[in-house]
Each structure stands twice: as structure tokens, then as C-alpha cells.
């Protein structure tokens, strides 16, 4: 049955089948069809639009139309196939490792980040093939790091403390918030102060913190928070930081989409953190 629901829109004039939007698409909603990318179902399609950063033509969009559920089941077991993994046995949250060590998301691997094993990237088995796993989505995939492989940040940069300021949620923060006014934000995912020790002495060194997530909160109501913020607080400039999982480019997204509609033209920024809390080298989207 048909409901009105979030869904992926693809732009066919704006698409060049580049295909990165395929590899950032965990329940294979999408695939290559004669150049152009297209929509496998509507049914694998979760809504929540990870995959829109990865297009460098902007040919992606979520909009709201009447489809059939999102039916992960199916989604998983779509891509199972696709990939060639093997049927999973068991709880249906946990992903299964194939012999080569590789996962069934295994293109999400953040072994092309430098620096990192080929081992230990979401839905990389561990050893022996033992893939981590929740669901589909990279950005749940359950991971573990030995200390050998965590890195060791050494903070020299002098004593640092916390925000300063009440709230830090995004959409908690009024747009007419004093500690907004010739600041300069750092709109960062709510995972990223617990994943690194540098987050207060090198990402957010001498910004105004706002925080959310992008793959549980509504980012259409975070681009209109931030419009507002960008057109009426007086900032002089605004960063976002997401963890390299591809379900957070939907920060950056909203960014964008904020100043847009705000009409403004202070300057964005982006960084990116890896799931170990390091800065990523360079940003995927």
C-alpha cells in the first residue's frame, strides 16, 4: 500500500553515471541503467538521502511522493544478491563476513582513507571474516579497534574548555542567541565530541558549537533553523563537521540548502572525522 513519504528523485539532464551515488546507496536503491543513474525500487529506498552528497552534479534530491514502503528486508537481500555474499543465518541486524574478510557493504570500506586497514572499515570482517554489522547502513556497522590501531593524539596546543554557551542542539538554538553574534560555527554531528579527543582542542577551537544528527533528526527542519540563523544572528562564517560514514553527509547537505535559502553568501566549510576520531584526509562527498 502506498503512502506519502521522504524518497529519492533523480535529475536524468544533471546525471553523467558517474556511479558514486551507487556506492553510497547502503540498500542498493540505486543502479546504473543505460548511463543514467535510476531507482532499483522504491521499496529500498530508505528516505533519508545519504547518497545526495556523493553527486558532484547535484542531480539528487529528496522530495515527497506516494510510494510503497521502505522494506529494508528486502533492501539487504537485494544487495546480498548483488554483491554475491552469502545468505545471512541468525539475527537479521548482523552482517555476515565472507571468506576474504570482506563484509557485504564492503565498498564502504574505509580502507581508502590513508592510514587505515583494509580490516576494519564498515562491514569489514575482522580476521576471519566476521563482518559487524546493524542494519545496512555503514554508519551503524559495528566496529572494533584494538589499541595497536586507535591513533594517539597528542593535544599541544595549550588548555582548552568547553562551548561556553546553552543550548547546542540545532534546532534548540534561536537564531537570536547573543554568543551567535560575530561567531564563528562549527555545526558538527553529535557523535563526533565523543569519538575524539581533539574535538574542543582542534575542531572546534574557538567556535560556537551546534550539534545534531543528520540520519535520526529531520534535516529539512535544520536547514530552515540554520537559513534563519545565517540570515539574521550575524556570523562570520560557518563549518560543518560529519564523521565519514555516508549517512552524515546529510549535515553538509543541510548547510547548503541553508544557505540557499537564507540568501546569504557567509562562508561554509567542511570537515570530516574519521570513525576513530581523526581528521580525515580529505572529504569523501
Known sequence: MKTTRNI???????????????????????????????????????????????CPQGALRIIQRDAVPFDEDAAMEHVRKRDGAQPRTGDHHSAQGRPDGHGVH???GLARQAGQGAGHGPGHGHGGGHGGGHG??????????????????????????????????????????????????????????AASPLFHSHFARGKVVLIGCPKFDDT????????????????????????????CRGLTAALAKARELSGTNVPLNEMVMTCQGAPAPTPLA
Open 8 to 54: 529519492l528523485e533523480i535529475d536524468e539532464e544533471r546525471c553523467d553515471g558517474c556511479g558514486a551515488c551507487v556506492l553510497d546507496c547502503a540498500e542498493g536503491a540505486i543502479a546504473i541503467v543505460d548511463g543514467k543513474a535510476k531507482i532499483v525500487s522504491d521499496s529500498f529506498c530508505d528516505g533519508l538521502g545519504a547518497c545526495l552528497g556523493s
Open 106 to 108: 564492503g565498498h564502504y
Open 136 to 193: 545496512g547502513c555503514p554508519g551503524s556497522m559495528i566496529r572494533s579497534f584494538a589499541k595497536s590501531e586507535a591513533p594517539m593524539f597528542g593535544v599541544a596546543e595549550g588548555p582548552v574548555s568547553g562551548p561556553g554557551h546553552w543550548p547546542l542542539k540545532i534546532r534548540l538554538v534561536p537564531p537570536t542567541a547573543p554568543y551567535l553574534k560575530d561567531a564563528d560555527v562549527l555545526v558538527a554531528a553529535d557523535c563526533a565530541a
Open 220 to 247: 529539512d527542519a535544520y536547514a530552515q533553523r540554520l537559513a534563519e540563523i545565517l540570515a539574521t544572528s550575524g556570523i562570520r562564517s560557518m563549518t560543518v563537521l560529519r564523521m565519514e560514514v555516508p549517512c
